[in-house]
């Protein structure tokens, strides 16, 4: 089992940035992908990144050149930093992590992008 905690979501102007945390614990040493998807409401989940655990990266179109994931010094971290954010990128961020057993994810943490 992998537990993943989320943090950093929030409200934020167009073209601001963030930064989101997650933690993950339990059977870390399995894990070889960590991402972070968005739901945003009536919508279907959606990838934003993800990273792999030889460090490949994946994105999403709509947040190519704006977002980066990345894996902390420590195995079980992953974050996204997000810049030059606009009011589409408004949604519930989940954090996913994958093993040998399966998906993992989040409770999720709301970013919500408005003047």
């Known amino acids: 089992q992998v537990q993943l905690v989320e943090s950093g979501g929030g409200l934020v102007q167009p073209g601001g940035s963030l930064r989101l945390s997650c933690a993950a614990s339990g059977s870390i040493f399995s894990i070889y992908a960590m991402g972070w998807y968005r739901q945003a409401p009536g919508k279907q989940r959606e990838l934003v990144a993800a990273v792999t655990s030889g460090g490949s990266t994946n994105y999403a179109d709509s947040v190519k050149g704006r977002f980066t994931i990345s894996r902390g010094n420590v195995k079980n971290t992953v974050y996204l930093q997000m810049s030059s954010l606009k009011p589409e990128d408004t949604a519930v961020y989940y954090c996913?992590?994958?093993?040998?057993?399966?998906?993992?994810w989040g409770q999720g943490t709301q970013v919500t992008v408005s003047s």
């Open positions: 996913n992590a994958v093993n040998s057993k399966g998906d993992y």
